[in-house]
């Protein structure tokens, strides 16, 4: 077993925490090939969503900035072609790729892949540091990382730790630096439906509040845990009222 010296290193900025309700606002990738940086893939994504004012403290990124990204599917896309067959490398892999992975197939697209997660093997051969943060590692190890939490900034950082690790590590930890499948199952969410909109609609109106989403966003599942939410909260329509 050889150590692994051509692959992609990628991060997201997300709007929160949950693929399933939250989405993403940028993607940033570096491909290393050979041990050295061939190509770059950066882009905003629009995530038909309001971007909450603690995502922008955090990322510098703001609604109007957002809102001149790409359509997801796009950015999805043309991610997927930059990407190949190649193996996915990440700090904490599992939570970029499951945006990912939701993104893509609710897009109608495949994105079945292998990875390598930086914050594994440091968790396995950095046991006793008080964090394992990308930013943490960074300093650490006195490796270049500017403009934190911002997609491509990070991806560059995590191929920087990643040769890092390997260059103090690989020899006796080869097992933790060999690529895993990547497994995180999805199935494909129609769009909403007119009867979900309209009733969206309406109860938008009656009950008189906002949304921090597009209607015309949602999946048919997201629709149904949006009005879940709303009827919770306010209640239903009384009948003839609407």
Partial sequence: MEILNSYV????ETTGLNPKSDRIIEIGAVKIVDGKPAEIFETLVNPGMRISGRITEITGIDNEMAAKGKKTEE???????????????GHNLMFDYSFMKRSAVNSGMSFEKT???TLKIARKTLPDLESRTLGYL?????LSHENKHR?????????????RLAEDFWE???EIFRPQPLIYPVKR???ITKRQKAYLNDLMKYHKIDITVGIDTLTKNEASRLIDKIL???GKIPTGQI
């Fill in 151 to 163: 997609a491509y900034s990070d991806a560059l950082a995590t191929a920087l730790l990643y040769q």
């Fill in 115 to 117: 990875g390598i997660d």
């Fill in 232 to 234: 919770f909260n306010n």
């Fill in 189 to 191: 969410e129609g769009p």
């Fill in 138 to 142: 960074s300093s650490y190890f006195r």
């Fill in 172 to 174: 006796e930890e080869k």
């Fill in 75 to 89: 950015a999805v896309k043309e991610f997927i072609d930059f990407c190949g067959d190649h193996v996915l490398l």
């Fill in 9 to 12: 290193a990628f991060d997201l």
